[in-house]
């Protein structure tokens, strides 16, 4: 009797484990729908748009900034180059420029003049063409009248006539010279305000160059865009970057997220803005309020390293849940369990 009752104690405890297990697996099964995930941050990687030489690295791997900390700074000798060089061409187009804006406002004001003479000689050409018609008519009339006339009083309109005559031919030459005056004044006013627009537009393509230049010196001095963990700085001082070469990689964990995985039968029960708790292995017994962010429209198989070997076979939707980390101790590439409140399996 003695060598059978730690038989049956053990039987006891193997039933007393049992029943704890299937329990367990009970209300596994008819708790709230969650599943395993990682913790991740919001990744930011920075890129050279140049080529240059690596001079300094003030800060190390692992450090924590704040935005616009220094991260690194290249050798700007080149670029600094071309933002005077572009700078000079800025100036020098400038002054071109108000050259060709008077040039034009004279040319444009000569114009003015010019068409005002020719108007003027033509009006002097019609007056004096109206006096030369009219002496001939007089003189043409005292000739009919033969004797009764005397002879000077005919010799003296016939001379009036002649010289009219010729005013008004010497005004009708300048009417026309002052005419294609005028035209050419016209077609040099033409040809100056193109040249001011010319002009104008060499300013702009200069001042683009300029920001262009600008823009790539601005490069030399890299820093970071929001805070964040600084993940990886590949490049060290000497070392010779090229344009799209990863210069640093920062990771903000202010706010983290994770992924889990529902399958087809419970997706139904969860929606964006949905409440979520985390639970970190590194903080047992600590929960982490979240929200759901998103529930893919895809179904996928399970990741290996999610679920369980059955559990690979099915197809998932994906969840993301994003969790306000303002202590930091949610750090990425920790495991973590999600639990949705509410739900039902």
């Known amino acids: ?5 730690p038989f049956i104690v053990l039987a006891f405890v193997l039933v007393a484990l049992l029943g704890v ?14 599943g ?18 690596v001079l300094t690295v003030p800060v190390a791997e692992g450090t924590s900034v704040e935005a616009g900390t220094v991260l690194a700074t290249l050798d700007c000798s080149e670029p600094d180059a071309t933002l005077a060089e572009a700078q000079a061409r800025l100036a020098m187009a400038q002054s071109q420029a108000e050259a060709a804006g008077h040039q034009a406002d004279a040319t444009k004001r000569s114009g003015v003049a ?76 033409l040809a100056a ?74 997706v139904s029960a969860v929606k964006p803005g949905a409440a979520a708790e985390v639970v970190a292995d590194a903080y047992e017994g600590q929960v982490f309020k979240g929200t759901v962010t998103t529930v893919s429209l895809k179904a996928e198989f399970t990741p290996r390293n999610i679920q369980t070997r059955s559990d690979r076979d099915r197809l998932v939707y994906p969840v993301e849940v994003t969790v306000p980390n303002a202590d930091g101790k949610l750090r990425p590439g920790m495991p973590v369990q999600v639990t949705l409140p509410g739900t039902g399996r």
């Open 1 to 5: 009797m003695r060598q059978v009752a």
């Open 21 to 34: 297990r299937l329990w367990w697996q009970n209300a596994e099964l008819h708790g709230p729908a969650g």
């Open 36 to 53: 395993a995930g990682t913790v991740e941050g919001t990744e930011t990687v920075i890129s050279s748009r140049i080529s240059a030489r």
């Open 114 to 189: 010019t068409r005002s003479s020719s108007k003027a000689a033509e009006a002097q050409a019609a007056a004096l063409a109206a006096q030369r018609d009219q002496a001939q008519r007089t003189a043409t009339r005292l000739e009919s009248l033969g004797e009764d006339v005397a002879t000077d009083r005919r010799e003296a309109a016939r001379t009036q006539a002649v010289g009219l005559e010729q005013q008004a031919s010497g005004a009708v030459a300048t009417k026309e010279a002052s005419a294609a005056q005028a035209a050419a004044a016209q077609d040099q006013g």
């Open 193 to 266: 305000s193109a040249q001011a627009q010319a002009a104008s537009d060499a300013v702009r393509a200069a001042e683009a160059a300029v920001a262009k230049a600008e823009i790539l010196v601005k490069e030399c001095t890299v820093t970071a865009p929001s805070p964040g963990y600084v993940e990886t700085l590949p490049w060290h001082v000497g070392e010779l970057v090229s344009p799209g070469a990863i210069l640093a990689r920062l990771v903000d964990i202010r706010e983290v997220k994770a992924t889990f995985y529902l399958p087809n039968a419970e």
